[in-house]
């Protein structure tokens, strides 16, 4: 009966490793390139003055050329007055001419924008502001505007003032993507699948436009939709690297994990050297088996800064699956990486190393390990179960309940220390004790119907005890 018991409890009892980060593809960056200027609007836009014209033929090949250093010194010699006040934060008031050049709102509008362009952000804000000032419904200015507080993440003002271009009656592509782009980063992220929807429906071929709306897709669960545009953009630039990465985030979200593990394969074939893309692909490699590839991705990242928590997690679970061979070699490759670690790093390394060493049979190596980790980190649960079944199988029962107790402080190991200090109790024919550590296992978790079953048969046998 005795024997019965012991292997019904031990039945419920496992080393446990932490449980696994869940899965996260690093987008590429997008680079948005929205366009400052929109074409005109009629009355709404500011004209040019005739003194101005002589100076306005001069700008326009500059600006087309996009020379817009030279366009600044055009301004600089020709109205060095507005350049002056513009740059010292000087905005123009209407019925204070004497203190500023008097330009048409068209002519503020250049200067701002060459000032945008230079990124110069600061006199192009007083520049559009100067435009606005005689013209407050200048629409291209508040555009601009707009786009500048976009740029220097000031989205509040961003978005009145490109709400505005919208209301003055601007519908153009540009304007949409900005407030699909300003959405998208105040996490509005089914506004911002309807603003670049709209963007697309003028523009339905900028690619910038595409990756906007399937970044805001992807947000909003939408992965089947999002899979679908980054198949047909795919079709489009097969070799294009980041959008291979897009569709293996698109087929993470539908749960098509090995679509998403084909699509970083193709990635980084093409040139995606992201350290925590390969991470996820040998994460994903791990799943399927493919476990010759996975180590060999993470080996390539040792000297890039490997994530120690994915190491780790590639070290337990290889021992879990009984794969000692790659787990060996996989500890012999990130020798490098040990330097680095914390103390509380270390620890949990030299807690895989004592499992290679307990599954070579050599108790001795893995005890010293085991302490050792201890000494780094005396909260390693996995290191205090992990001594504790030594010295329980050596019979050792002091040792081993010392450190069952105090595994048993955490929640992850509690109901296995509980239950293997039972099954001491047990072999020392201690049964009130083990029944008083397997109550407590099934006060703290009514559901497990096997330790009740272990309680009424111990209660049998106390019960004959007792009548002995």
């Known amino acids: 009966m005795k024997k019965r018991l012991v292997i019904a409890l031990l039945l419920g009892f496992s080393i446990r490793s932490a449980p696994a980060a869940e899965l996260t593809i690093v987008l590429p960056e997008p680079k948005w390139l929205l366009e400052q200027v929109t074409p005109p609007l009629g009355q709404q836009e500011g004209l040019i003055l005739p003194p101005e014209q002589r100076v306005a033929d001069q700008l326009w090949p500059l600006l087309r050329g996009h020379d817009y250093e030279s366009v600044m010194a055009l301004f600089r010699k020709e109205y060095p007055d507005a350049v002056a006040n513009f740059e010292q934060g000087n905005t123009f008031i209407i019925g204070n001419e004497s203190a500023f050049e008097r330009l048409s709102p068209a002519m503020f509008y250049l200067v701002g924008h060459t000032f945008f362009s230079l990124e110069q952000y600061a006199p192009a804000e007083t520049a559009f502001k100067s435009a606005l000032a005689v013209l407050p419904d200048y629409v291209r200015v508040h555009e601009s505007l707009g786009l500048l507080y976009l740029k220097t993440e000031r989205y509040d003002e961003a978005r009145q003032h490109l709400t505005r271009a919208l209301e003055l009656g601007m519908h153009s592509a540009n304007l949409f993507e900005a407030l699909g782009y300003l959405d998208f980063q105040e996490r509005n992220y089914w506004g911002a699948v309807s603003a670049y929807q709209s963007a697309l429906s003028l523009d339905p071929g900028n690619p910038q436009t595409r990756v906007g709306l399937m970044q805001s897709l992807a947000q909003t669960s939408q992965y089947d939709s999002a899979l679908t545009l980054a198949e047909q953009m795919l079709q489009a630039d097969p070799d294009d690297s980041d959008l291979w990465v897009y569709r293996a985030r698109m087929c993470l979200g539908t749960g098509d994990r090995q679509g998403?593990?084909?699509?970083?394969?193709?990635?980084?074939?093409?040139?995606?050297?992201?350290?925590?893309?390969?991470?996820?692909?040998?994460?994903?490699?791990?799943?399927?088996?493919?476990?010759?590839?996975?180590?060999?991705?993470?080996?390539?990242?040792?000297?890039?800064?490997?994530?120690?928590?994915?190491?780790?997690?590639?070290?337990?679970?290889?021992?879990?699956?009984?794969?000692?061979?790659?787990?060996?070699?996989?500890?012999?490759?990130?020798?490098?990486?040990?330097?680095?670690?914390t103390d509380t790093e270390r620890s949990r390394l030299l807690t895989r190393e004592a499992r290679l060493n307990l599954h070579d049979g050599d108790s001795d190596a893995a005890r010293s390990l085991l302490q050792e980790a201890l000494t780094l980190d005396a909260g390693n649960d996995e290191a205090l179960m992990s001594l504790a079944g030594i010295y329980k199988d050596s019979r050792n029962y002091t040792q081993a309940e010392l450190y069952y107790q105090r595994a048993s402080a955490y929640d992850r190991y509690r109901e296995n220390a509980l239950i293997s200090m039972a099954q001491m109790a047990i072999d020392q024919d201690d049964f009130d004790k083990a029944l008083t550590l397997l109550r407590e296992v099934v006060s703290r978790n009514p559901g497990r119907v096997d330790v009740r079953r272990n309680i009424e048969i111990l209660e049998d046998m106390a019960l004959v005890s007792d009548n002995d």
């Open 260 to 341: 998403a593990l084909a699509s970083l394969e193709a990635a980084m074939r093409l040139g995606d050297l992201s350290l925590a893309n390969r991470q996820v692909a040998a994460n994903l490699h791990m799943e399927i088996g493919s476990i010759e590839r996975a180590v060999a991705l993470l080996e390539s990242g040792f000297a890039e800064g490997l994530d120690f928590q994915f190491y780790d997690q590639a070290l337990a679970w290889l021992i879990q699956n009984d794969e000692w061979d790659y787990a060996a070699k996989l500890l012999t490759s990130g020798q490098g990486v040990r330097e680095d670690l």
